[in-house]
């Protein structure tokens, strides 16, 4: 069974930062898209952050200028910078790691959570 362990996740103030991390696999790693994805109180599950195997990346507009993703090859790590956190930057956060879109080689972490509040 494949497991991706997060960590980093709590309650920053509103203009705060904050790093998530997530160990992969290493088989995983080297060969899978590497992600972040959040559900906020409500909704969906929605992808904010990809980095490919090149290390191209890929963010959702809402994001964008704020967030960073990143990967350590030697650590087997993605890694998440929130910068200029929001209140509705509050949600779980899940490390994700899928083969290409629709594969069934999907795989995910247990989520971490991240409250911005004042």
């Known amino acids: 069974q494949v497991r991706l362990v997060e960590s980093g996740g709590g309650l920053v103030q509103p203009g705060g930062s904050l790093t998530l991390s997530c160990e992969v696999p290493?088989?995983?790693?080297?060969?899978?898209?590497l992600a972040w994805a959040r559900e906020r109180p409500g909704q969906q599950r929605e992808l904010i952050a990809t980095?490919?195997?090149?290390?191209?990346?890929v963010y959702l507009d809402s994001v964008k200028g704020r967030f960073t993703i990143s990967r350590d090859d030697e650590r087997n790590t993605v890694f998440l910078q929130m910068n200029s956190l929001k209140p509705e930057d509050t949600a779980v956060y899940f490390c994700?790691?899928?083969?290409?879109?629709?594969?069934?080689?999907?795989?995910w972490g247990q989520g971490t959570q991240v409250t911005v509040s004042s």
């Open positions: 994700n790691a899928y083969l290409f879109e629709g594969s069934s080689h999907n795989y």
């Open positions: 290493g088989d995983i790693f080297s060969r899978f898209t």
């Open positions: 980095i490919r195997a090149s290390s191209a990346k």
